[in-house]
């Protein structure tokens, strides 16, 4: 099969959505991508650029995504969060994951960054196995927290001042 991995354009972005929203099917959660095409190609192509994304193009499709963009370690410094690696369901399989990911390792490899890291559902083994081949260490032991919007706001709210 014959693929090119490439930096992400902004008249990418429709395609990338699509994968997003396949990712979410996926997950269990097809009614919780709120992000536009606007929105992608404004965050990611306005400066100050929100992310980087990597695509994966066969013949004129996108069939796969990586999406980074950085952080910061109190305990390593300069770090980058892969946000989302997808393959669209036909390709897994096909190589272009491990294409992916070498190009977000390389990239940043290429930012000096002391750690990359990302979050993998717990039942998703096929990810998990195929991380660890790669020697990522998936952390079983640490939990997600996060706070949504209707959270952010209620905190607020509840906040003594």
């Known amino acids: 099969m014959e693929y090119t991995i490439?930096?992400?354009?902004?008249?990418?972005?429709?395609?990338?959505?699509e994968l997003v929203h396949e990712l979410a099917v996926f997950e269990k959660e097809p009614n919780e991508v709120e992000v536009t095409v606007g929105d992608l190609v404004k965050d990611g192509f306005s400066?100050?650029?929100k992310f980087r994304c990597f695509v994966a193009e066969s013949w004129t499709a996108i069939v796969g995504m990586a999406l980074v963009y950085p952080r910061y370690s109190t305990w390593?410094?300069?770090?980058?969060?892969?946000?989302d690696l997808i393959i669209t369901e036909k390709m897994r399989g096909s190589g272009l994951g491990t294409a992916l990911l070498n190009k977000v390792v390389q990239y940043g490899h290429s930012l000096g960054v002391k750690r990359i890291s990302w979050e993998v559902l717990?039942?998703?083994?096929?990810?998990?196995?195929?991380?660890?081949?790669?020697?990522?260490?998936v952390m079983r032991?640490?939990?997600?927290?996060?706070?949504?919007?209707?959270?952010?706001e209620k905190f607020l709210k509840n906040m003594k001042g």
């Open 6 to 17: 490439r930096e992400a354009l902004p008249e990418d972005m429709s395609q990338v959505l």
């Open 47 to 49: 400066e100050p650029k």
């Open 76 to 83: 390593k410094g300069p770090v980058i969060h892969l946000e």
């Open 122 to 137: 717990d039942w998703n083994e096929p990810a998990i196995n195929f991380y660890e081949s790669k020697g990522a260490k």
């Open 141 to 152: 032991d640490w939990d997600v927290v996060q706070l949504n919007e209707r959270g952010i």
